[in-house]
Structure formats: structure tokens, C-alpha cells
């Protein structure tokens, strides 16, 4: 227990510095080497008032056949065989996942329409169906693609979105599904979507007696999953650019921390901070020109902001306590950070302008590891009492409520909607993810074969 409170309050750990053999094995993997395992998703909870919705598997015209007839659509299991990609079933568990609908299932649906003049609305009012999706995947030769979808509201009997995507690669296509989920999404909630994001993890598994981390990325629902780096020595901290295209961590593969940044493609990769002692938690600045990251060069542990391009360095906080885990508010004009300046680890807010630090977290003697959400609203963190769990803070309004109930959670991470928080937690002995929403009413389990996983971070909205 000693070791998981040393944890939250101090990344990377101090007490690694002493375990740390150098002579490892260290490999940048280029982003489009893919690994052999991938997540898989467990949802354990969801709202009880779901909206139920029809996500209608997609029709497919294969390029050497002739055109399927707009009256008759081929069987379900023909076209499933034929399709590259169940886009439907990639939407479906979107939005499943998401604690807010309740898709049909395809062996419920009166028929499987993939053109609007296919639809007979009267056969779906009975089923307690307000919205439908139909699409289509057109073969265009060469391992290209046409996705065209519809959107209907089936009180109204009218179409309320429609788009169409030409030549998508075969690798892409469940990105088509995921921004299709996104459409769904915010037309239904007024909220942007965020299915069409990736996270970063790191993953650990033992191979004999040695421990060999990666680095990877993943898009939000666990497929597609990317080794970045691989290491026999542990890797931590991994924070997202705002622009999605960097990563900053901190590795110990030259037998202690450093910080460093790295591009997803494995081009590019520096180390911006290597001093004496510890040198941790870095945290991007909104506008991506600066890192928050926690340096104890001077003596203590304390919060520094780091020029990413000419390393100069500023130091905000100077306490012989440990001060790190620092985040940027939205808009950085502030950082939260975490201190145990009080005697037990509590959140902690200093300005830029005038490097006032105050308290922020009263709740408990325990509060740390803050995570700031995108709209500045919510500050999530560890929350002690009893147990190590997420907490929600209001900043509007001060109330407390503490999310989760798994065991020893940390590194809470919002999705760049702000509308769920991914984090790490420990079940049956093994590090692994999961994602709670900010009402704490629905939650699932992100786990990997073979192995652990921690220090996720969810990443920023892809430009499309």
C-alpha cells in the first residue's frame, strides 16, 4: 500500500531509481508496425434509461459484381462475408460503450435497408425506434472504398444527416466508422463525439524473469493498436501534444528518468530533460510550445515549465515537499499540481502571472494526481479514503463525488469531449484500464492478453 500512495504522489517512482539496471534492450517502433494484441472491452455498467437505436448492417456492392438491386438486398450473412468491415457493428459498439444507447440487434430488425427508398418506416414505429442508420460500402477497385450512410429520424420520416467518403483505404475504414458514431453522437446529445480518438498506454509483460514495457496507441475502443517504443526498462507519464502528433514520456533506459518527446511515426525523438535526480510528469501546454515537468536538479521535487524548443527552463514552485503531477488549466494561464506541502497529498493551483499557489481539494486527506477537463469545469483525481478511487470536483461549484469503485485507481485521463474519464485500476492482482463516466453511471474494462496495462492518457480530437 506504502508503494501505491509513493506512486500517485511522486512519478516516476524514486525508489526505481536503485532497481534500475542499465544494459537494456530499447526499441522505437516505427507507428505502422502493429502489435500482436490488441484491448478488448468488458462493459460492466450502463443507464438503465438507454435510447434504443437501429444501426442497420451496411449493404456492400462488390466492384466485380453487378450492382445490388435497389429493391432486393442480398442476406445479411452474404453481404457479412463479402464487406471488409462491419462498420455497423464498429458504430453499434460506439455507441454502446458510451452508457447512452441501446442499439438493436441486427436479428431484431424487420429488414436490413441500405438505401433510403428501402426504408418502410411503418415497420419500425413498433420496435420503439426513433433513429435508424443505413449505409452502404461500394468496392472501388485497388483496395479503395465508398461509405455512404444516412441518418433518419423515423417519427419524422426524414433523413437528418447524410455523408458520403470516396476512395478510403481498406485500413481506414473503421475510422470512416468511428467518425460515422461521432455524427450519430453529437446529433443525438448536442456533444461533440469522441470515438474517433486514440489513447496511449503502457503495456508490461513478463518474459521468463525480465519485464518488457511498450509504449502504444491505440484507437479509443482498443483496435488498431501501435508499439511506439518497446523497453526492458519501465515507461511512464506518456502525454499527448495538443495536435495529437507527439508524445511526451519519461523512460528510465539509460538507468534513470528522462524526459522525453517523440513523434508517432518514430521520426522524430529527443530528450529535453536528463538532469540530476528525478525528472518526471511531463504535461503539455495547451498551445503545445511548452511542458510542465517535475525536476529536483535544485534539491527538492518541485514544478518547472520547460521552452520545447529552447529548453530554457522556469521554475514555479520552491518547497521542500514533492510537487508534481502538474497539469495545464484550458487556458493556460494556470497549472493544478500535487503537493504534499500540507503533510498528505492534496491538489494545488498556481498562477502564472503571479506564481500564487492555493489549495484547491479539502475533500479527504488524500487527493492526488489531477486531471484537468477540457472545458475547465471538472478536475478528476486519486482520491484516498479507504481506498485509492476517482474523484470528480466541480470547480463551478465545489461538490465532490467520487466515481469508481474498482481497486488502486490512478492516472485518470478525460476524453477530449470531457464527457469520460479513462484511468488505470487494478483487478485480480494485474494493472488494467477502464472508462467511467463523468456521472459515474456507466463503466467498462480495457484489458490486454498476456499482460498489464498502465498511465493511459486519452488523446486530443483528430483532425479529419
Not at 502528433?245 to 511515426?265: H, M, P, T, W
Amino acid at each position: 500500500m506504502l508503494m501505491v500512495m509513493f506512486r500517485q504522489v511522486v512519478k516516476p517512482i524514486v525508489a526505481l531509481f536503485s532497481q534500475v539496471k542499465i544494459g537494456l534492450t530499447l526499441c522505437i517502433v516505427l507507428f505502422s508496425s502493429p502489435l500482436w494484441a490488441e484491448l478488448t472491452i468488458e462493459i460492466s455498467e450502463s443507464y438503465d434509461n438507454a435510447i434504443p437505436i437501429a444501426i442497420v448492417p451496411f449493404g456492400f456492392e462488390a466492384a466485380v459484381s453487378p450492382s445490388v438491386s435497389e429493391k432486393n438486398s442480398p442476406p445479411l450473412s452474404q453481404v457479412q462475408a463479402q464487406v471488409p468491415l462491419d462498420l455497423a457493428q464498429v458504430i453499434s459498439a460506439d455507441l454502446r460503450r458510451s452508457g447512452q444507447f441501446k442499439p438493436l440487434l441486427p436479428s431484431a430488425m424487420p429488414n436490413h435497408p441500405h438505401d433510403l427508398e428501402q426504408v418502410v418506416f411503418r415497420q419500425w414505429r413498433p420496435l420503439d425506434i426513433d433513429n435508424m442508420l443505413i449505409g452502404k460500402v461500394v468496392d472501388q477497385g485497388n483496395g479503395f472504398y465508398q461509405v455512404n450512410m444516412r441518418f433518419m429520424d423515423v417519427l419524422r420520416k426524414k433523413q437528418v444527416l447524410g455523408k458520403r467518403w470516396n476512395q478510403v483505404p481498406k485500413e481506414n475504414l473503421r475510422q470512416i466508422a468511428h467518425q460515422i458514431s461521432d455524427l450519430i453522437y453529437e446529433e443525438l446529445t448536442g456533444i461533440r463525439g469522441a470515438f474517433n480518438t486514440q489513447i496511449a498506454y503502457v503495456t508490461m509483460r513478463k518474459k521468463g524473469k525480465k519485464r518488457h514495457y511498450t509504449l502504444e496507441v491505440a484507437d479509443s475502443d482498443g483496435f488498431n493498436a501501435q508499439a511506439i517504443l518497446k523497453s526492458t526498462q519501465p515507461i511512464m507519464s506518456p502525454s499527448w501534444s495538443p495536435d495529437g502528433k507527439k508524445l511526451a514520456y519519461v523512460s528510465f533506459e539509460n538507468g534513470r528518468s528522462e524526459v522525453f518527446i517523440q513523434s508517432l511515426d518514430g521520426v522524430y525523438r529527443e530528450k529535453v530533460a536528463g538532469f540530476k535526480g528525478i525528472n518526471g510528469a511531463p504535461a503539455w501546454s495547451p498551445d503545445g510550445k511548452k511542458l510542465a515537468v517535475t525536476l529536483s536538479k535544485d534539491g527538492s521535487a518541485d514544478i518547472y515549465i520547460m521552452d520545447v524548443q529552447t529548453k530554457k527552463l522556469k521554475r514555479l514552485t520552491r518547497k521542500w515537499s514533492i510537487e508534481t503531477e502538474a497539469i495545464w488549466a484550458p487556458n493556460g494561464q494556470s497549472l493544478f499540481f500535487n503537493s504534499d506541502r500540507r503533510g498528505q497529498p492534496q491538489v494545488f493551483q498556481v498562477f502564472l502571472d503571479t506564481l500564487e499557489v492555493r489549495r484547491v481539494t479539502f475533500e479527504g486527506k488524500y487527493n492526488a494526481n489531477p486531471e484537468i477537463s477540457p472545458d475547465g469545469r471538472y478536475l478528476a483525481m486519486v482520491h484516498g479514503q479507504g481506498g485509492f478511487n476517482i474523484g470528480l470536483l466541480d470547480l463551478y461549484t465545489n461538490e465532490f463525488d467520487v466515481l469508481t469503485d474498482t481497486f488502486l485507481d490512478e492516472s485518470p485521463s478525460f476524453a477530449p469531449n470531457g464527457e469520460m474519464i479513462l484511468y488505470a485500476m487494478n483487478r485480480n492482482g494485474k494493472g488494467q484500464l477502464a472508462v467511467v463516466a463523468i456521472d459515474g453511471n456507466t463503466s467498462q474494462i480495457l484489458k490486454v492478453k498476456n499482460g498489464e496495462v498502465r498511465e493511459p492518457s486519452w488523446g486530443p480530437f483528430l483532425t479529419q
